[in-house]
């Protein structure tokens, strides 16, 4: 198999130097060609070329911003994104069941399987994982602010959630889908292609990535100390005694609002005006998937 490797050197803090995360790679794939990213958005530039140049499969070492510049050249083509988390949240590695280890990650690579998988879509861009409407948002945007000044991870997320709570002020929207319109007014909504947003954070525990559908989770804008208390019972797939979330699956969504609608991809904070689509492109992205899972 002709395969690209691309290795984000500075994705999660590790302070590990170029030619140790080479040699591990070269390791377990030695006939592959490798290649560091240099700035932000290369990753996507050198996925492109892959494409073009033939290769069966382009392996990302980095975080979810690392992993989503490469897949969005790779959806719609043959070619295969394979996964080596390096980052804090790791979202997309955590639901295809990567071992979070860099090492073992490239041992669990050698046996993995492409798997068509389904892609988001939201005004025209691509999300791999979740997208999300309210303090959603606003929760992303605190955690990348704080990215940059102190260590991400779960306890600093689920710290900026609460504080967030307890401040945040719900919009209005409007929102169809599946034939239906609603108005709402959520703490958030939801949009998840997998289970997780990263660090086993579970919104939405019966989410696919192979089934076509969305799972639109609404965060119900209740009771303060109710959501408080609620926040830890998201670390399991199964416990959910607060009833603060209401599930819906769909293939498509359009959300409408008065002013801005602030929302996120994959973490990634973005503002559309008065009107936001969510879609799905089923299994247009091969995703190198490991056995075990």
């Not at 140790?20 to 240099?38: C, M, S, W, Y």
């Not at 911003?65 to 390096?86: C, D, F, H, Q, R």
């Not at 861009?125 to 991400?152: C, H, L, P, S, T």
Request: proline letters at 5%.
């Amino acid at each position: 198999m002709k395969t690209l490797i691309i290795i984000n050197p500075i994705s999660g803090g590790e302070h590990r130097d170029k030619a140790t995360l080479e040699r591990v790679a070269r390791i377990n794939f030695p006939h592959a060609d490798g290649v560091f990213t240099k700035y932000a958005g290369h990753a996507t530039e050198l996925a492109a070329k892959a494409v073009q140049e033939g290769y069966d499969a382009v392996i990302a070492a980095g975080g979810d911003g690392t992993i989503n510049e490469t897949a969005k050249a790779l959806v719609g083509t043959k070619t295969a994104l394979g996964i080596v988390p390096k980052g804090s949240g790791n979202g997309l590695a955590r639901e295809i069941g990567m071992p979070m280890m860099y090492e073992e990650a490239w041992v669990a690579l050698q046996k993995a399987t492409p798997t068509a998988c389904d892609v988001g879509v939201a005004n025209g861009e691509y999300f791999f994982n979740m997208a999300g409407v309210g303090i959603e948002a606003q929760i992303a945007q605190d955690f990348a602010e704080y990215g940059k000044i102190g260590k991400r991870g779960k306890w600093p997320y689920f710290k900026l959630a609460a504080k967030d709570i307890f401040s945040y002020r719900a919009q209005t929207l409007q929102v169809s889908y599946n034939g239906k319109e609603e108005i709402v007014t959520p703490l958030t909504l939801v949009f998840a292609n997998g289970t997780q947003y990263g660090s086993n954070f579970n919104i939405a525990p019966r989410a696919d990535l192979t089934d076509g559908l969305l799972d639109m989770v609404q965060v119900h804008n209740t009771g303060k100390w109710k959501l408080l208390l609620a926040l830890p019972t998201f670390f399991s797939k199964t416990f959910r005694p607060f009833d603060v979330t209401d599930t819906r699956k769909t293939p498509q969504a359009v959300i409408r609002a008065e002013g801005d609608i602030v929302y996120h991809l994959d973490g990634e904070p973005k503002v559309a005006r008065r009107e936001l689509t969510i879609s799905m492109r089923p299994k247009s992205l091969n995703i190198l998937i490991p056995h075990r899972f």
